[in-house]
C-alpha cells in the first residue's frame, strides 16, 4: 500500500489547468522522483500534498490520513522548498529554533547535517546577509531535522557547490537506507538517477507515466536515464 | 490702535481684581452700613476704567448707584418663639413685636403660614427652624421696611400657575436683609417686587424642578432700585436670578446652576453690575436684553449645552462692558444680537462650541486683548459685511508667525472659517467636523476667501493667550 | 498556542527592522514638540488626534500591506509545518498589530507622561485617544490583509491600500458634503449618521469629537444627533462599529487565508 495516494487531484490558476484529475501513488520506503517539463505542476503537486495548495478536488491520503483541515500528518513531513526564503531579519538559528517551537520541542533532532554542510559559522547571521547556497543549506538542515519519515525535496542541490550537493546526496541516500519514503523532484537526471527508484513524469497536469529507475533504463537500451526519457517521451508522441 | 494696549490693560484688570477680592473678603455678620464701601462702583475703579472704554465714548458714570444706607435700629428687645419661649409661634410673637425688635426663632416645624412680617424686625433662626408651607401659598411675606430674614430653612411653598408663591416675597419696601437662608423646593424663592435698597446675601435656594411650567425662580426681582444679591446658590429653578426693571442692581459672586431656563435672566435693567458670579449647566445660560450700561465682569459661565444655549446671551445691549469673563465648555459663548458699543476685553473663551456668534445688527463692538483658545469655532457671522472690530486678541487657531518678534502675529487672522459657514446653513454637515476633507477645504478658503467675510479680521493678532488656564478662579 | 509562538518570532522579525522604531519616533518626536511648543494636554490631544486619524490609517494600511507580502516566505515556511492556518494567520496580525499599536501606545503615551499631560488633561481623553489610534491601527492592518491576499502584484496591492486610505479619509466626507448639498430638502441627519458607519475613520472622528467638540455637537437642533451624541449609547453604538470594522475585514481575510494557494 502506497504511502501517499493522490486521487483524480484537480488544480487550475486562473485559466490554466496546472493539474488534471492526476492519479498517482508514492511507495513507502522509496525515493519517488517527480519529472516534468518547466511549468508541468510538480511544485502544485509538491504543495498540495503539503496543504500550502489548495486543489480543486480530488483526496489525498498521506499514510492513511486524508489531508484536509487538520495540519498534524505534516509532523512526519520534512520539506525543502525549491527557493529558501526567510524572515530577513532573523538568524538561522532563531528560525531552526522557532520550528523545532511550533513542533512542541522535540526531544530528538538532528543537526548533523548542519555540521556535515559546516552551517556552523552562518547560523547567527541574519538572513538577509547569507548567500543563496547558505540558504539553502539551512533549508535542508531543516527539512532533515525532525528525521521524518517523508521527505520532500524540491530541487535540493540546486545553488549548492559541488562538495555541499555531494554531502546532501549522500544523505538522502542514507535516509532511503533507512526506509524512508522520499519525493525529489529535479532537473539534473543524472542525480534523479542516482537517488530515485521509481520517477513520474508529469505533463500537462497528468502523470504521463510512471516506471522504476531499472526499468526504465534497461528496457530502452539507452546508456543513461536522461536519454531513457527523452526515448520515452518521443515514442509516446509518435504513437 | 496702539501697540501698548494690552500692556496697560492687563495691570488694570489685576488692579480691579485686588480690588475686587478685597471687597468681597467680608463676613456676612459685618453691620449693612458697610454696603457703601463694598460696592464694587468706587471712583477709583471708574477712573482707570475710564481710559479702556473711552474708545468708545458715552461711557462715563454708567456704574450702579449705592444702596441707601441702612439705619441702625435694633431696639434691643428679644422675643424667642420655640417650645420654652415667649411665644410658640413666630405670629405671636410679631404680634407682640414693636419695630426694631429681634425675634430669635428656635429649632422646629412652623406651619403657620403665610407669616405677615409687618413691623420692622428681625427675624433670626436658631438651629435651622423650619418654616413649611405644605404646599399652600407664600411663606413669609414682608410688609415692612427694614425687615431681616436670617437663618432659616423654608419649603414647602404652593405651586401655581396664576400666582407666584414664594418663600420670601417682599413689595414695595426698602433695605430690606435675606440672609443665610435654605430654600428646599420652593416654587418661587426670594421675591422682590418695587423694593428698593434691599440685600439678599448667603442663601441657598435648592429646588429640582424639571420642566418651566411647574417651576419658578430662585431669585426674582421686579421693578426694584439698588438690590445687592450677594454669595447666594441657586439650583434647580426655572431662572436662577431674574431681573426686570431693576436699576443698580449689583450681583456678585452668586453661583447659579443646573437651573431649566436661564442661570441669570436679566432684562430692562439699566446701570446694574455682576462680578464674579458662575453660571454653570444651566439650560439656556445667561441672557441679558434690552439693557444698557451693564458692566459684565469676572464670572464664569460654564458647561452650558444645548442648541438654545449661550454663556451669554446678548440682545439688545447697549454701552456695556464685557471683561475679564470665563467662558468655558458652552455650546455657543457668546450670542450677540443687536447689541451696540460693547467692549470685550481680556475674556478667555475656551473649549466652547462657538466663541462668539455676532449677527450683522450688532454694530460698533470692540473685541480686544481676548483669549480664544481651542473652540471648535471662533466667531461665526451671517453676512459677509461686520461692522464690528476685532483687534490684537489671541487665537489658538492662528497658523501665522512673529518675525518682527513685537508678539504679534505678522500676518492677520481671519477667525471666521469656511465650515461653520457650511453648518450654518447645513447643520448636518457638523457630522464633518473636524474631517481631513473639511480641512483641506479650510485651506482652499484661506488661499481663495469666496465665503467668509473679508472685513472680519484680527490685523494684530497676540501670540500668546493673556490669561492661564483657570483665570479668576 | 502556536499563534504566540508564530506572533513572538514575528514580533522579533518586526522590530529589527527599523520602521517600527521610526514610526514610534515619529508619535515621539511630535507629541513632545507638542507639549513644548502647544502647552496643555488637552491642546496636545486635540493636535493629536487629526494626526491619529490620517496618520494611522495610512500608515497600518500602507504597513500591513507590505508586510503581508514580505510574510510570503516566513508562510510557506510556516505551512509546511504541523500548524494550523487559522494559528498562522492570527499570529500574523499579532506580529504586525502589536508592534505598530505599541509604537504609537509608547509614541504618544511617554510624552504625556513625561509632561504631566494625563494629569492636566485628564485621563479619560488620553485613554480615549490611544484607545481609538489601537483601533484604527488594527481596522487598517486588517484590511491590509485583506488587500494583500486579494492580490498577487505587489505594486498594485500598495496601490489599492493607498487608494483605500484615499477614500476613506478624504474621498467619504466628499461625497456626504455634496449628499447633504443634493439632498437638502430632504431630512438627512439620520442618513449621514448611517452613512458615518460605513467608515471607520469617521467613526473614530466621532468618538474623539464626542470628547473634544461635544459642546459645539450639543448645538445641533436635530433630535437624531442630540439623541446619539448626548448619550453614552451614541459612544457604545461608535465603538461597537468600530470592532465591527475590525472583526468583518479579520474574518474576511481569515477566509481568504484559508482558501489562499502558497
Redesign the interface.
Known amino acids: 500500500m502506497g504511502m501517499i495516494r493522490v486521487h483524480e487531484l484537480s ?1 487550475r ?1 486562473g485559466r490554466l489547468q496546472v493539474l488534471d484529475r492526476l492519479e498517482l501513488e508514492v511507495e513507502r520506503g522509496r525515493c519517488t522522483a517527480v519529472l516534468g517539463p518547466n511549468g508541468a505542476g510538480k511544485t502544485t503537486l509538491v ?1 498540495s500534498i ?5 486543489p480543486e478536488s480530488g483526496t489525498i491520503t498521506v499514510d492513511g490520513e486524508v489531508v484536509g ?1 487538520d ?5 512526519r ?1 520534512g ?1 525543502m ?1 525549491q527557493i529558501a ?6 538568524t538561522a538559528r ?2 531552526l529554533q ?2 523545532r ?3 512542541g520541542d522535540p526531544p530528538e533532532t538532528d543537526m548533523s547535517l548542519g555540521e556535515a554542510l559546516r552551517l556552523e559559522g552562518e547560523l547567527d547571521k ?1 538572513f538577509r546577509t547569507l548567500s543563496g547556497g547558505n540558504r539553502q543549506k539551512v533549508s535542508a538542515v ?1 527539512a532533515f531535522l525532525f528525521r521524518p519519515d517523508i521527505l520532500f525535496l524540491d530541487e535540493p542541490t540546486a545553488g549548492l557547490d559541488p562538495v555541499s550537493s555531494a554531502t546532501l546526496k549522500d544523505r538522502i541516500l542514507k535516509e532511503k537506507a533507512e526506509g524512508r519514503t522520499i519525493v525529489l523532484t529535479s532537473h539534473v537526471m543524472s542525480e534523479v538517477e542516482e537517488l530515485a527508484d521509481t520517477v513520474v513524469y508529469l505533463l500537462d497536469g497528468r502523470i504521463h507515466f510512471q516506471d522504476s529507475v531499472a526499468s526504465l533504463v534497461g528496457s530502452s537500451g539507452e546508456v543513461n536515464l536522461e536519454r531513457a526519457i527523452a526515448r520515452r517521451i518521443t515514442a509516446r508522441v509518435v504513437a | 490702535m496702539p501697540t501698548d494696549r494690552v500692556g496697560t490693560a492687563w495691570p488694570v484688570g489685576l488692579l480691579l481684581g485686588g480690588l475686587l477680592i478685597l471687597s468681597g473678603g467680608v463676613g456676612p455678620l459685618e453691620p449693612a452700613t458697610h454696603w457703601t464701601d463694598q460696592s464694587p462702583s468706587g471712583q477709583e475703579h471708574e477712573e482707570v476704567r475710564a481710559d479702556t472704554v473711552s474708545a468708545h465714548g458715552a461711557h462715563e458714570g454708567h456704574h450702579p448707584a449705592p444702596p441707601m444706607p441702612r439705619e441702625e435700629t435694633f431696639s434691643g428687645r428679644e422675643w424667642v418663639v420655640g417650645p420654652d419661649g415667649d411665644e410658640t409661634t413666630i405670629t405671636a410673637a410679631l404680634a407682640r413685636a414693636e419695630d426694631g425688635d429681634r425675634i430669635r426663632v428656635q429649632s422646629g416645624v412652623y406651619t403657620e403660614t403665610p407669616i405677615l412680617v409687618d413691623r420692622s424686625v428681625e427675624l433670626i433662626g436658631e438651629d435651622w427652624p423650619i418654616i413649611d408651607g405644605q404646599g399652600e401659598g407664600s411663606l413669609l411675606r414682608v410688609e415692612a421696611d427694614d425687615v431681616r430674614i436670617q437663618g432659616f430653612v423654608l419649603r414647602g411653598t404652593g405651586v401655581s400657575h396664576v400666582r407666584d408663591h414664594s418663600a420670601i416675597l417682599v413689595e414695595e419696601k426698602s433695605r430690606c436683609r435675606i440672609e443665610g437662608n435654605r430654600l428646599e423646593d420652593t416654587f418661587f424663592g426670594i421675591y422682590l417686587a418695587r423694593a428698593t435698597d434691599c440685600l439678599v446675601r448667603g442663601n441657598q435656594l435648592r429646588a429640582s424642578g424639571t420642566r418651566e411650567s411647574n417651576s419658578g425662580n430662585g431669585i426674582h426681582l421686579w421693578d426694584v432700585d439698588r438690590v445687592q444679591l450677594e454669595d447666594n446658590h441657586i439650583e434647580g429653578h426655572r431662572d436662577g436670578i431674574y431681573l426686570e426693571f431693576a436699576r443698580g442692581a449689583v450681583i456678585r459672586g452668586n453661583t447659579s446652576e443646573g437651573n431649566i431656563r436661564y442661570g441669570l435672566h436679566f432684562m430692562f435693567s439699566d446701570a446694574s453690575f455682576y462680578v464674579n458670579n458662575t453660571f454653570r449647566r444651566n439650560g439656556a445660560g445667561v441672557a441679558v436684553m434690552y439693557s444698557r450700561e451693564v458692566v459684565m465682569s469676572r464670572n464664569r459661565f460654564l458647561d452650558n449645552w444645548g442648541s438654545a444655549s449661550y454663556g451669554l446671551l446678548l440682545k439688545e445691549v447697549q454701552d456695556s462692558r464685557i471683561d475679564e469673563n470665563l467662558f468655558r465648555g458652552n455650546t455657543i459663548a457668546i450670542h450677540s444680537e443687536g447689541t451696540d458699543r460693547l467692549t470685550f476685553r481680556l475674556n478667555r473663551l475656551e473649549r466652547n462650541g462657538w466663541a462668539i456668534k455676532i449677527l450683522a445688527n450688532s454694530q460698533e463692538n470692540l473685541f480686544e486683548s481676548n483669549d480664544f483658545v481651542d473652540n471648535t469655532f471662533d466667531v461665526i457671522t451671517n453676512s459677509r459685511q461686520n461692522p464690528n472690530t476685532f483687534h490684537g486678541n489671541y487665537w489658538s487657531q492662528y497658523r501665522g508667525y512673529d518675525l518682527s518678534g513685537d508678539g504679534r502675529g505678522d500676518l492677520p487672522h481671519r477667525p471666521v472659517r469656511l465650515f461653520s459657514f457650511i453648518v450654518e446653513r447645513k447643520p448636518v454637515a457638523l457630522i464633518l467636523l473636524r474631517s481631513f476633507f473639511v480641512e483641506i477645504l479650510e485651506v482652499a478658503e484661506r488661499v481663495l476667501p469666496v465665503l467668509t467675510p473679508e472685513a472680519l479680521v484680527d490685523e494684530s493678532p497676540l501670540m500668546k493667550a493673556l490669561t492661564g488656564d483657570e483665570p479668576w478662579a | 498556542m502556536n499563534t504566540l509562538k508564530i506572533a513572538r518570532y514575528q514580533l522579533r522579525d518586526v522590530m529589527r527592522s527599523r520602521w517600527v522604531l521610526v514610526y514610534g519616533l515619529f508619535f515621539l518626536l511630535m507629541t513632545d514638540a507638542l507639549f513644548r511648543f502647544g502647552g496643555s494636554g488637552e491642546r496636545v490631544l486635540l493636535s493629536l488626534m487629526n494626526v491619529v486619524l490620517i496618520a494611522i490609517p495610512l500608515v497600518s494600511v500602507v504597513l500591513g500591506t507590505m508586510y503581508l507580502y514580505n510574510s510570503r516566505e516566513f508562510t510557506e515556511l510556516i505551512l509546511s509545518q504541523p500548524v494550523r492556518r487559522r494559528s498562522l494567520f492570527f499570529g500574523l496580525f499579532i506580529g504586525l498589530g502589536l508592534p505598530s499599536s505599541t509604537a504609537f501606545l509608547l509614541g504618544t503615551g511617554l510624552p504625556f507622561w513625561a509632561h504631566g499631560g494625563a494629569a492636566d488633561a485628564g485621563w479619560g481623553p488620553l485613554l480615549l485617544l490611544l484607545g481609538t489610534g489601537v483601533g484604527l491601527t488594527l481596522v487598517f492592518t486588517s484590511l491590509a490583509f485583506l488587500v494583500a491576499l486579494a492580490t498577487e502584484d505587489r505594486i498594485k496591492g500598495l496601490g489599492y491600500s493607498l487608494g483605500l486610505w484615499v477614500f476613506f479619509t478624504v474621498v467619504f466626507n466628499g461625497l456626504v458634503l455634496l449628499a447633504i448639498y443634493m439632498f437638502s430638502d430632504y431630512p438627512m441627519e439620520r442618513t449621514v449618521l448611517a452613512l458615518s458607519f460605513l467608515n471607520p475613520v469617521d467613526l473614530g472622528r466621532i468618538l474623539l469629537l464626542l470628547n473634544f467638540d461635544i459642546s459645539a455637537l450639543m448645538g445641533f437642533t436635530g433630535a437624531v444627533f442630540k439623541g446619539f451624541f448626548g448619550s453614552g449609547t451614541g459612544q457604545a453604538v461608535t465603538v461597537g462599529a468600530l470592532l465591527l470594522w475590525l472583526a468583518v475585514p479579520f474574518s474576511l481575510g481569515l477566509r481568504s487565508f484559508h482558501r489562499k494557494n502558497f
Open positions: 488544480k490558476y504543495k503539503l496543504g500550502l495548495v489548495r483541515s495540519p498534524e500528518y505534516r509532523r513531513i520539506y522548498p526564503r526567510y524572515p530577513e531579519n532573523l532563531e528560525i522557532m520550528i517551537d511550533l513542533r541574519p531543516l
